[in-house]
């Protein structure tokens, strides 16, 4: 070899993982053919990996992961939680569609369904998934699908799957329940018989704020027909996301744990402050906790601006689920793009807080509250 041939091609040790104590990040864009015949191989369907885009194995480390906790035969990733959540959609829903979702959801979750679903002509309406002849009346000839979220945001409604997934059975419908705020450590909305389960990994399955990905579980059939829409679309996870994700997902139990806990402290805390209307925290989410959002009320008197400059070490961003507490304002940010009137239909006011708790001890967090609200 001469030098520029020699340059490109040192050799490169491989499988050394068979050594490696984690999971190497397999950075590549594609998988090399050892010959024709191994070639032909893979589209036998005896080889696993071909071209990054159509699977990887790091990625498909978090969505067996992901599938397993929640008790599922696969999952697929991607990119993020809204692509996710648009394959799983696309899996099962074409143009002339209809479906039936949460009116409670997440923002981007609602611009999706409400401006560019719309455009693929797919339909959506939006009702009050607790009201069990509101989601009846919406259910039409041409319905494939009823869209909700296990826990909601910013209300920390908990749904009544179960309720839900009859409710589809008896249409011949399809479910899908997004189920961020709750992971499979408190809810499995497989195990009441919801056909996807998706997450924006983004949140707790990744759980340290330096990932976005998006996870979909299900059977077989329905996750080969979403892997297909995910590879087409070109909304893939990338490797080193994909070993993000995994590697924040073997603490999520701890991580739950910890968090459910220090939250059920708080919200008993801020039930007791004259500067705080209501508390939100669900009551009997799950057997082992009930989430690790609190969101809090202000009365009227409050200054919700200037309460936000005494936070000390708790930042303002537009997300949750790390592992240091934060909080956001649902209104300027997740909320946003949901119409004015919506919000106040669901009771999503401009003096809503949603406080996202960490790990840290919970007296810290507390004292924190306590100070900005005295
Ligand atoms: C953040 C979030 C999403 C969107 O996830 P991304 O990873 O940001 O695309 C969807 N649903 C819920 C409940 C979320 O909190």
Avoid at 130 to 143: L, P, Q
Avoid at 280 to 286: G, M, R, T
């Amino acid at each position: 070899m001469r030098f520029q041939t020699k340059n490109v091609h040192f050799p490169e040790k491989m499988n050394a993982h068979e050594v490696s104590k984690t999971k190497p990040i397999y950075q590549t864009t594609a998988f090399a053919f050892q010959d024709l015949e191994d070639m032909e191989s893979f589209y036998e369907g005896n080889k696993s990996y071909f071209y990054t885009r159509m699977g990887n194995p790091n990625t498909d480390d978090l969505a067996k992961g992901v599938a397993d906790l929640e008790g599922a035969e696969m999952g697929v990733t991607s990119s993020s939680g809204l692509s996710a959540i648009l394959a799983g959609v696309l899996a099962v829903a074409k143009s002339g569609d209809h479906i039936v979702a949460t009116e409670d959801l997440y923002g981007g979750t609602y611009q999706l369904f409400s401006h560019e679903l719309k455009e693929f002509g797919i339909e959506v309406s939006f009702v009050d998934c607790s009201n069990r002849e509101a989601i009846e009346k919406e259910i039409k000839e041409n319905t494939v699908l009823l869209y909700t979220e296990s826990i909601t945001n910013p209300l920390l409604r908990v749904e009544d799957l179960e309720g839900i997934v009859k409710i589809a059975a008896v249409h011949n419908l399809k479910t899908m329940v997004d189920n961020t705020f709750a992971t499979p450590y408190l809810i499995r909305p497989h195990e009441v018989g919801a056909d996807m389960v998706v997450h924006s990994a983004t949140k707790y399955i990744g759980g340290h704020s330096d990932v976005s990905a998006g996870v979909l579980t299900g059977s077989k059939e329905l996750m080969a027909r979403a892997k297909n829409k995910i590879s087409t679309l070109g909304s893939n996870l990338g490797p080193f996301d994909g070993w993000l994700g995994t590697r924040g997902l073997k603490t999520l139990s701890l991580r739950m744990e910890r968090q459910c806990a220090n939250a059920q402290k708080l919200a008993d805390a801020l039930k007791g402050l004259s500067a705080v209307k209501k508390v939100f925290y669900p009551q009997a989410a799950a057997p082992n906790g009930n989430g690790a959002i609190v969101t809090i009320e202000l009365t009227d008197d409050q200054d919700i601006f200037a309460f936000s400059k005494k936070l000390q070490w708790i930042k303002i961003v537009p997300t949750l689920a790390g592992v240091e507490t934060s909080i956001s304002y649902p209104v300027g940010t997740s909320h946003r793009p949901l119409p004015k009137e919506m919000r106040e239909k669901l009771g999503v006011t401009d003096r809503m807080i949603r406080i996202s708790v960490g790990i840290e001890d919970a007296e810290d967090i507390i004292d924190v509250f306590q100070n900005a609200l005295a």
